[in-house]
C-alpha cells in the first residue's frame, strides 16, 4: 500500500486535495494505539475498478486534541468517524457517541491500555 | 398546516431479521428524515480478535461475526494473514476458495430475493425461492460439513477437498435450479403486481452513489463501475468467467436486475470452477508469526469486505479492523428513504439486503 | 397467466416437497456432516493441544491431584469447527469428529451455570495441582540444598 | 371450552428475536419455516406480535443494547410460554462467550426452557427443539388450566403442584441415568 504521512494541520486539505468523487472510493478510517498516549490514524482509499493498491493518508496525534472530520466532502465517512470516537474515546470533529456503546457498557474498548 | 409524524420500526419486527431500530419523520406518508440506531448486535468481536484469540483461530471467530457472508469473513481475514506470513498458495486452494464464495453468494441472493418479494407482499414468491434455495444449501452441507457456517478455509489452504460425489452433487443440483431461476427471471421482469412495489421505488442515481461512496450490488444497479473481483488480483476471476454486472436506474426493480444475473453469473462460474479444477495440494505449509501490516479485500455477497490486519510478530496480533459492506452503505440507504413513501420502507429496506451483525461486529 | 394456472393444476398432483421430519421419515445427513465431537480417554496422551485449539474453550481438562486428567467437554458450547480434532496429535483415536446429530437440551440439565461451576472448578484444580508441584519441587531443593551445605 | 382448547394446544405460535446472533440461526430458523422443512404444519406460525405468541425462539448472545428489549418481550407473552434458546450462543455465548458487550447466555436473563445445539443449528434441530418446546408447553397449560376448574379449587392446585415437583424429580432421574 502507498502509505502517505500527513499532520494534524494538513490532513484535511491533503485528502480533500487527493480525492476525486468520481475515481477514489472511501474505504474506512482505521485508527490503533500508538505508544506515549498517543493515536495512529489511517484513512484508506483506493480506486474503482482498477487493480491499485489501497492509499493510505497516516496520522499519528495525541488523544486529548480534536481530530478533523473529512465528512464535509465525504458523507460516507460519519460511520466510521462515529464508531472510533466510540471505540478509542477520542474526540472527532461533529461526531457523536453512543453508535454502539451505552453509558452502561464498557466504555473505549480499544483505547485502552493492554496489561 | 405541515406536520412531521415520527413512525418507530423495529428493533423487533416481522419484517427484520435482525435489530435496527428507525426512527421515520414523517409527513402524511412521505418519509421526510430517517434516525437508524444499528449498535444491537455489537459484540465487540475486534477488541476480542486482537486480545483474546490467538491468530491461527481468529478465523473461526470472524466468520461468526455475520452467517450470511461468513465464508468471505474468513476469507477475507486469511488472506491478510497470509499476506503477512509470506504464504503462497496453488491454484486449487484458489479454485476451491472460490467456488464456495461463490456458492455462498448464490444462496444470500436467493435469500434476498426471497426476503424482497415477503415485504412486497407476494409471500407464495418468498416459499418458492426459499425452496429452490435449498438445492445450494445442500450442495453447501455436502462440501462444507454445515449449511451456514462452512468453517472450510484456513491459514495456508482449504480444510476439506472437493470428493467426486461432492461434484456430481453440485453439477446436478445446479442442473436444477437453472430453470428455477429463469422463471424468477421472468417472475420478476414481467409480473405487473411486483413492479408496482419495485419499479422507480427507492431510486439512487449516479451521482449519489459516487457521493455516498455505494458498493456492491446497490453500486451496480445504479451503473456505478464497482467491484473487489475486478479490482483485486487475488484470484483468478478473469480464467474462471467473470465479468461485470451493471444496471440503469438504481431503483429496487435494478438492484434484483443485478442480483439475478449475478446468480446466473455464480452458477456458470462454479460450474467452470468444478470442471477446470487444477491438481494440487489442499494445505500449504505455513511457519512464523504474522508481522506487519496488510490490507485485504474481497467481494462480498453485499459488496466490499476488508480486512486490515496488523501483527507484531506475537501469536496474539495487534489490529484486526473489519470493514463490512453494509456499515459504509448506511449513509446511502438514509439518503434513499428521505422523500419515498412510508409504505415502502420495509421493500426499500430489505432491497439493500443490510446486514446489520456484520455492521455492528 | 395460463402459465400460471397450469402450474397450479400440476402441484396439486405433484409429490409435496416437505420432509416429513420427526413424524415419518428421518433426514439424511450427509456424509462427513460435522456433528457431535467424540472423545477416547484411552487413547488420549494429555497434551492439551484440543484445549488450547478450540475457540470458544468448549473442552477442558480437569486435574486432579494424584496427576491424572480428566475431560470436560460442552456440546452447548462448541462451535463445531473441527480445530481441535485437527489440532489432535491422534485424530480418529483419540478424538474426532462424528456424524451423530447433537441432542438438545432441557432446563433442568443447566447447560451454562453448570459449566461455569465445572470451568471455575478445573481452573481451581489446576492452581491447585501446579501450586503443590512448586512447593514439592521447592521442599526438594531446599532439602538438597540442605544436604548440599552438610 | 375443552373444545376449542382442542385445537388452541395444537397451534402455538412463534415470537422470533435476535438478541445478537450472526444471522446464521436466524436463516435456518426461516429455512425451518420454508416448505422443505415446514414447521407450519405442527400450527406453528410466525407472528411477529409478543401478544399472540407462545414459544419464544431467541437467538444470540445477549447484547447489552438488546436485553432490555429481550425482557420486554418476553414479559408481553401471555402465560404458559416456552423459552428456546438456539444455537450455541444463546445457551452459553459460543465464541462470543467473554467479550465486554454480551451477557454469555440468554439464561442470566429470562428462565429457558429448551437449549438447541449447533453453530448454526440445522433445521432438524430446530424442529426437534421446537417439538420439545409443544411438549412443555402442553404441560404447562394443564398445570395452569386445572386450578381454575374450581372443583375442590385447593386440592387441585396441590395436586398440580405435587405433579409438578415429581415430572421435575422425574426429569432429573432420566438425565442422570444414562
Not at chain 2, 315 to 344: C, H, Q, Y
Not at chain 3, 95 to 117: C, D, G, I, T, Y
Not at chain 3, 126 to 143: D, G, L, N, P, T
Amino acid at each position: 500500500m502507498n502509505k502517505i504521512d500527513v499532520s494534524l494541520e494538513n490532513v484535511v486539505e491533503t485528502i480533500k486535495a487527493f480525492y476525486d468523487p468520481a475515481a477514489h472510493h472511501f474505504l474506512t478510517l482505521n485508527a490503533l494505539r500508538a505508544p506515549e498516549d498517543q493515536i495512529e490514524l489511517e484513512w484508506i482509499f483506493t480506486r474503482y475498478g482498477v487493480i491499485e493498491e489501497p492509499t493510505v493518508f497516516t496520522l499519528t496525534c495525541k488523544r486529548d486534541v480534536l481530530i478533523p472530520s473529512v465528512t464535509s466532502f465525504i458523507p460516507s465517512a460519519i460511520m466510521s468517524e462515529r464508531e472510533t470516537v466510540d471505540m478509542f474515546g477520542v474526540s472527532i470533529e461533529g461526531a457523536k457517541r453512543g453508535l454502539y456503546l451505552d453509558d452502561d457498557s464498557l466504555q473505549m474498548p480499544l483505547g485502552r491500555c493492554r496489561v | 398546516m405541515k406536520k412531521t409524524v415520527e413512525i418507530p420500526l423495529g428493533s423487533q419486527h416481522i419484517s427484520l431479521l435482525e435489530p435496527i431500530r428507525f426512527r421515520f419523520h414523517c409527513e402524511n406518508e412521505v418519509i421526510r428524515d430517517v434516525d437508524a440506531d444499528v449498535g444491537f448486535v455489537h459484540r465487540g468481536v475486534e477488541e476480542a480478535c486482537a486480545s483474546r484469540f490467538e491468530f491461527k483461530q481468529v478465523g473461526y471467530v470472524v466468520a461468526r461475526v455475520c452467517g450470511l457472508c461468513a465464508i468471505t469473513h474468513s476469507l477475507g481475514y486469511t488472506l491478510a494473514v497470509e499476506k503477512l506470513l509470506h504464504v503462497s498458495t496453488n491454484e486449487r486452494i484458489k479454485y476451491l476458495r472460490m467456488l464456495m464464495v461463490e456458492l455462498d453468494r448464490i444462496h444470500s441472493h436467493m435469500l434476498c430475493l426471497a426476503h424482497t418479494s415477503e415485504n412486497a407482499g407476494f409471500e407464495a414468491l418468498f416459499m418458492q425461492i426459499m425452496n429452490d434455495r435449498e438445492l445450494i444449501m445442500d450442495v453447501q452441507e455436502a462440501l462444507s460439513g454445515n449449511r451456514v457456517q462452512f468453517d472450510y478455509i484456513s491459514i495456508g489452504g482449504v480444510n476439506r477437498d472437493l470428493s467426486v460425489e461432492a461434484a456430481a452433487l453440485v453439477l446436478r443440483n445446479l442442473a436444477l435450479l437453472e430453470p428455477k431461476i429463469d422463471e424468477l427471471f421472468e417472475r420478476f421482469t414481467n409480473n405487473w403486481s411486483l413492479s408496482l412495489k419495485y419499479r422507480g421505488i427507492g431510486a439512487l442515481s449516479l451521482e449519489q452513489a459516487y457521493m455516498y461512496n455505494t458498493l456492491g450490488p446497490l453500486a451496480r444497479a445504479a451503473g456505478l463501475v464497482t467491484d473487489v473481483r475486478l479490482e483485486t488480483d487475488d484470484f483468478p476471476y478473469a480464467q474462471v468467467g467473470f465479468e461485470i454486472i451493471t444496471e440503469r436506474g438504481g431503483d429496487i426493480y435494478a438492484r434484483n436486475l443485478v442480483r439475478l444475473r449475478e446468480l446466473k453469473q455464480s452458477m456458470q462460474m462454479v460450474r467452470n470452477i468444478v470442471e477446470g479444477l487444477p491438481e494440487g495440494a489442499i494445505q500449504e505449509k505455513t511457519k512464523g508469526k504474522p508481522e506487519g501490516e496488510a490490507i485485504a479485500r474481497v467481494e462480498a455477497p453485499r459488496g466490499e469486505l476488508m480486512y486490515l490486519v496488523r501483527g507484531n510478530k506475537t501469536s496474539i496480533l495487534e489490529r484486526v479492523r473489519i470493514k463490512t459492506p453494509t456499515f459504509s452503505g448506511i449513509p446511502a440507504m438514509i439518503e434513499i428513504f428521505k422523500g419515498s413513501n412510508f409504505a415502502d420502507a420495509p421493500a426499500i429496506l430489505a432491497s439493500f439486503d443490510p446486514c446489520m451483525s456484520c455492521t455492528a461486529k | 397467466m395460463l402459465n400460471a394456472f397450469i402450474q397450479a393444476l400440476k402441484n396439486l398432483v405433484s409429490k409435496p416437497v416437505t420432509l416429513q421430519y420427526p413424524l415419518a421419515q428421518d433426514i439424511v445427513l450427509p456424509p462427513q456432516y460435522r456433528g457431535l465431537i467424540e472423545y477416547s480417554a484411552e487413547d488420549c496422551i494429555f497434551c492439551d493441544k484440543c484445549e488450547h485449539a478450540c475457540p470458544p474453550r468448549a473442552i477442558i481438562f480437569f486435574q486432579e491431584e494424584n496427576g491424572d486428567k480428566v475431560y470436560r467437554y460442552n456440546p452447548h458450547l462448541c462451535i463445531y469447527c473441527g480445530e481441535c480434532v485437527r489440532a489432535c496429535p491422534k485424530p480418529e483415536e483419540a478424538l474426532w469428529q462424528s456424524e451423530k446429530k447433537q441432542p438438545f437440551a432441557v432446563r433442568a440439565e443447566n447447560v451454562n451455570s453448570e459449566w461455569k461451576v465445572w470451568e471455575e472448578r478445573c481452573h481451581s484444580s489446576r492452581e491447585a495441582f501446579a501450586a503443590a508441584k512448586k512447593a514439592k519441587k521447592a521442599a526438594k531443593a531446599q532439602s538438597e540444598s540442605v544436604q548440599g551445605d552438610l | 371450552m375443552s373444545f376449542w382448547s382442542k385445537w388452541r394446544k395444537r397451534a402455538p405460535w412463534i415470537l422470533h428475536y435476535n438478541a445478537g446472533s450472526c444471522n446464521g440461526c436466524d436463516i435456518e430458523i426461516l429455512a425451518a419455516l420454508s416448505p422443505r422443512y415446514d414447521l407450519e404444519r405442527f400450527g406453528v406460525l410466525n407472528s411477529g406480535n409478543p401478544k399472540q405468541s407462545d414459544i419464544f425462539l431467541v437467538t444470540g448472545p445477549v447484547t447489552y443494547r438488546s436485553r432490555e428489549r429481550l425482557i420486554e418481550l418476553y414479559m408481553q407473552i401471555p402465560e404458559p410460554k416456552v423459552v428456546v434458546a438456539v444455537g450455541a450462543c444463546t445457551a452459553t455465548g459460543g465464541v462470543f462467550r467473554g467479550m465486554y458487550n454480551v451477557e454469555d447466555g440468554i439464561d442470566r436473563y429470562i428462565p429457558v426452557d429448551v437449549y438447541v445445539p449447533g453453530c448454526a443449528a440445522g433445521p432438524q434441530l430446530i424442529i426437534d427443539g421446537v417439538m420439545e418446546a409443544v411438549k412443555i408447553w402442553e404441560r404447562k397449560t394443564q398445570e395452569i388450566e386445572e386450578p381454575f376448574k374450581l372443583f375442590g379449587g385447593m386440592g387441585k392446585i396441590g395436586e398440580a403442584l405435587s405433579r409438578r415437583n415429581t415430572l421435575e424429580v422425574k426429569d432429573e432421574q432420566n438425565r442422570r441415568e444414562p
